[in-house]
């Protein structure tokens, strides 16, 4: 990628749309509005413009915004220019801009790509600027946004700070121990302290299954025997019809999915073919595939019309919700730790939901998410915790020893916010985004 090319893309929404935005961002930044907007409005200010092409044509009338180096997103000139959402007119823009020469089309990411090389975010903020993007729920935002407002950054360079104070302490031992200034012993000021960032940075791993649930969603899978309820509950649960109902047992063969929102969280849903013995090829791959979803489970419903056909969920490491169905019909008397429905009537659909609810994982009373935003984040953690734990344990052996595996700790935690050595981690990063952003 070459900072002394000019980008642009169309960073709103799909086309048509009542507004859209087109953004560039580069050293002919002030060019393109001399040749698109007639000059260059004042900083951070929305000024209407009429939008010309290099015949002197009206394209359309907009307003303009220029955000000079580095006070923008990218740290370079920016501009944005707003124009009515028409596909035929953002085309003509579009085209207007490619005709001028050192101007090219941004690549997926490219803008937060170059913010991220001028200093402008980091990597957990970038990785934050992407789930911010993607969120689909209430928590979804919420951690996207801790990331992306840098108040992980700030917990992580805290704990490098940490680990850079010990690591100058050990070497000004090392190289100055006859210094009067110099303390004598670091035991009892740098050795407790990395212990307790052991503890701090493992609570905080801790919190990685949180995240993970929180941006890939809680699973929840409905099992049972053929025609036990499952495809109705799901649709009942759904408020529409996902899945195929029908007298006939066996409908379902494959798993069928689909998500909810409950207390912010992405539920997921996932219906699976009855279990029983077979010899059906195809019910037998319908079932392969039913255990296949209980193995990612976070809670599983086992569902039954009547009580003694629960089928074994002895072996599922996970909780249990005994769900009986079709009571709206059902005679069979009120069985002790079972939860009673009706995809019919309705009854005990939304006790239903409040039990799935109340095993979603529990959020820091502080109203903070500083958790661990992404797996790659987690491994570096443990990184971290491995190498300062190498520390502790020569400590005893040689200074000298113990200043490197600290050193190596910082490496491992700089890697996480991408200040040290994550040329190969980039690509992946910023393909993530869309070609505006």
Excluded at 272 to 278: F, K, L, R, S
Excluded at 375 to 389: F, G, I, N, P, Q
């Amino acid at each position: 990628m070459a900072l002394d090319d000019t980008i642009y893309a169309l960073s709103s929404g799909a086309l048509p749309s009542g507004v859209a935005i087109i953004r560039v961002s580069g050293p002919a930044t002030r060019a393109v509005l001399e040749n698109v907007a007639a000059g260059v409005p004042s900083p951070r200010k929305a000024t209407l413009r009429r939008l010309r092409s290099r015949d002197g044509s009206t394209i359309d009338r907009g307003l303009v915004l220029f955000f000079p180096a580095p006070t923008s997103f990218t740290g370079e000139d920016v501009a944005e220019v707003h124009l009515h959402g028409g596909r035929a007119v953002v085309e003509k823009l579009v085209n207007e801009l490619a005709a001028i020469p050192g101007l090219r089309l941004a690549e997926p990411g490219e803008f937060s790509r170059r913010a991220f090389l001028l200093g402008k975010m980091d990597l957990v903020e970038v990785e934050g600027l992407a789930d911010l993007i993607a969120a689909e729920t209430e928590v979804q935002r919420r951690l996207a946004l801790e990331q992306h407002s840098g108040k992980t950054s700030d917990l992580y360079q805290a704990w490098a700070d940490r680990l850079t104070r010990a690591r100058a302490m050990i070497e000004a031992e090392l190289d100055f121990a006859d210094e009067d200034d110099v303390p004598g012993s670091i035991a009892e000021t740098i050795w407790r302290d990395m212990s307790d960032l052991v503890s701090d940075i493992e609570r905080h791993i801790d919190g990685q299954q949180i995240s993970a649930i929180i941006r890939d969603g809680f699973d929840v899978v409905l099992v049972g025997k053929p025609n036990a309820g499952k495809s109705s509950l799901l649709n009942a649960l759904a408020g529409r019809d996902v899945a195929i109902v029908t007298p006939i047992a066996g409908t379902t063969r494959d798993t069928i999915e689909v998500e909810l929102n409950i207390a912010g969280f992405l539920v997921r849903l996932t219906d699976t073919a009855g279990v029983q013995e077979t010899s059906d090829i195809v019910e037998q791959e319908g079932i392969k595939r039913a255990k296949a979803a209980l193995a990612k489970a976070h809670l599983v419903l086992s569902l039954s019309e009547e009580p003694s056909d629960f089928i074994d969920t002895s072996e599922c490491l996970v909780p249990v919700i005994w769900v009986r169905t079709k009571v709206d019909i059902s005679t069979a008397a009120e069985e002790p730790g079972s939860f009673g429905v009706s995809a019919v009537t309705g009854r005990g659909l939304t006790e239903l939901v409040g039990v799935i609810e109340a095993h979603l994982p529990k959020l820091p009373a502080t109203g903070g998410l500083a958790l661990p935003g992404r797996r790659r984040h987690h491994d570096r953690l443990k990184e971290t915790v491995a190498s300062v734990r190498a520390s502790l344990a020569h400590r005893n052996r040689g200074l000298d020893i113990a200043a490197e595996e600290l050193r190596q700790a910082g490496d491992s935690l700089g890697r996480i916010t991408g200040r040290v050595d994550v040329e190969n981690l980039l690509d992946v990063i910023f393909s993530e985004f869309c070609i505006g952003k």
